[in-house]
């Protein structure tokens, strides 16, 4: 019989750990909170805006969210077009409610993961550990993108739909877990397939990562699922193709057959990989030893469909299959969490804490710079400061001159942002699939920016798109400058064309 002396203090350990956990997540997650407030702009922010702007306007026709064109649109999801009716019924500006989306998607991660973990480990202190773990367990350098939830990336990217989508995509697989033991209703795996496909709708990406998630949880499943449960799950999957197949912005599938714009894009995602994600290897050792004890353990399989994916993208160039990234990642990172409380051997739990411990120091350091979105730079150590990121300044500077619809000349930086106030850019800041045209904008672009245009090309081009307004460019007779913004680029007006 184990002395009530050893008993109680494997309890006060216990409390203790669960203390720290929960304390460390929660100052970590009041970051966040306050990175939210101020939500600085970077990367896709601008995109997402102009999504909602253009729902605000109309919920059922909206077009094109970057240029003047009646284009469909795969940022048109359901989670957008709930925001943009949320935006018209209420009237609060764009980005009061991209704060709000960045709030909602920030719950539902954590309790996505805090679901998740459940089902893994009992232990209390095992979920606030798991989002230490998927915060900070990356690399010694900061991986910005999309989908990918490290606290520095996600202090830019927790208003985009892929935050709402991940944090979907933790319950989905919670959830799922949860149907496959219990053998649930009809009604459940109907309401899983419907938030499998309301994921992939939302964050294509994330949708990706969510469905491979999926193929692990089953894969996984003790006890495996009989005649009856199987049939629940193709009714469920049926539902969710459904709602793929029916939705009305966009056509999904489409998606499938395009890629080679986006490949050139994500080829960085295969380089500095160590620097990047070295941390989570602690997570692999972790699957190892999960593996050990059982040969179809879900996180193993996870990791192991995620980085087959994620290599043979590096292997034939199809780089933008390195978005699935996080497949590998987000299971490497939870094991590492569970295993601190489930591993076999209190010797063994001790020293993986310890190094679990020391790893999650070195990733808080190495993302330290995201104190500067809510702490005055000279406030901080140099050491700190050094990490900082400085978002992007933003072209609020144009509205008082650039109204709804009108159309503005820029070039891709500024077309990156400028639709997010409600005008439209001659060619999309960002690669668009559905726009048929969009190598013939922007060749035009460029050739208005070109050095070498005549005032007739020029005049051609703002002609054929109806241009109101240029940002940069060269002055000519065509234009008169109005403005200027705090970047020293000058807005002019078209006064011929």
């Keep these: 019989m184990e002395p009530t002396a050893d008993r109680s203090g494997a309890a006060s350990a216990a409390v203790a750990w ?6 460390a997540a929660g100052a970590l997650l009041l970051l966040l909170a306050l990175v939210i407030v101020r939500l600085p702009w970077a990367g896709d922010l601008g995109m997402h805006a102009a999504t909602i ?3 605000r306007h109309s919920l059922t026709a909206p077009g094109n969210p970057l240029v003047d064109a009646d284009t469909p649109s795969p940022y048109y999801s359901p989670w957008t077009v709930l925001l943009g009716a949320f935006a018209k019924v209420t009237g609060l500006g764009t980005f009061t409610v991209l704060r709000i989306a960045a709030a909602v998607g920030l719950i539902l991660l954590v309790t996505g993961v805090w679901r998740f ?3 893994l480990s009992a ?3 095992a979920p606030a550990v798991a989002v230490l773990c998927v915060l900070l367990l990356w690399g010694t350098e900061r991986f910005d993108w999309s989908g990918f939830p490290g606290l520095g990336s996600l202090a830019l990217t927790v208003a985009y739909p892929s935050t709402f989508a991940l944090g979907l995509a933790f319950h989905l697989w919670a959830g799922l877990r949860g149907a496959l033991r219990t053998a649930a209703s009809w009604w ?22 969510a469905t491979i998630g999926v193929l692990a949880m089953l894969a996984g499943a003790r006890p495996w699922p009989g005649e009856a449960v199987w049939l629940r799950l193709a009714a469920g999957l049926a539902l969710g193709v459904a709602l793929l197949n029916e939705w009305p912005y966009y056509f999904f599938f489409r998606l499938l057959t395009t890629g080679g714009g986006l490949d050139a894009i994500h080829q ?3 380089r500095q990989l160590l620097p990047h994600v070295g941390l989570a290897l602690l997570g692999v050792v972790a699957l190892a030893l999960r593996w050990r004890r059982d040969r179809r353990d879900p996180l193993v399989i996870f990791f192991a469909i995620g980085a087959v994916v994620f290599a043979a993208g590096g292997v034939t160039g199809h780089y933008a299959w390195g978005r699935v990234l996080p497949a590998a990642l987000i299971p490497a990172q939870v094991a590492a969490a569970v295993e601190v409380f489930e591993a076999r051997g209190v010797a063994v739990r001790r020293a993986f804490g310890g190094v679990l411990c020391g790893a999650l120091a070195v990733g808080m350091f190495s993302q330290s710079g995201t104190l500067g979105y809510v702490v005055p730079l000279r406030a901080l150590p140099s050491v700190v400061a050094e990490k900082y990121r400085a978002p992007w300044v933003g072209y609020r500077w144009v509205v008082p001159w650039v109204r709804y619809g009108d159309v503005v000349m820029a070039q891709t930086f500024p077309a990156r942002q400028i639709p997010a106030y409600g005008g439209y850019t001659v060619a999309p800041g ?12 922007g060749r035009d672009r460029d050739l208005y920016y070109s050095p070498s245009a005549s005032d007739a090309e020029r005049g051609r081009v703002l002609r054929e798109y109806g241009v109101r307004w240029v940002v940069g460019g060269p002055v000519w007779g065509g234009v008169r ?17």
């Design 18 to 23: 669960t203390a720290v956990a929960w304390t």
């Design 53 to 55: 702007e253009r729902l």
């Design 117 to 119: 973990v459940r089902t």
């Design 123 to 125: 232990h209390r202190a």
């Design 188 to 209: 459940v795996f109907l309401g899983l397939g419907l938030l499998w496909a309301v994921v992939l709708l939302s964050h294509q990406f994330s949708g990706v990562v």
């Design 268 to 270: 960085s995602l295969y």
């Design 430 to 441: 960002y690669p668009d699939v559905f726009l048929a045209d969009e190598g013939v904008r």
């Design 481 to 497: 400058a109005v403005a200027t913004g705090p970047q020293g680029l000058v807005l002019y007006e078209v006064v011929r064309g």
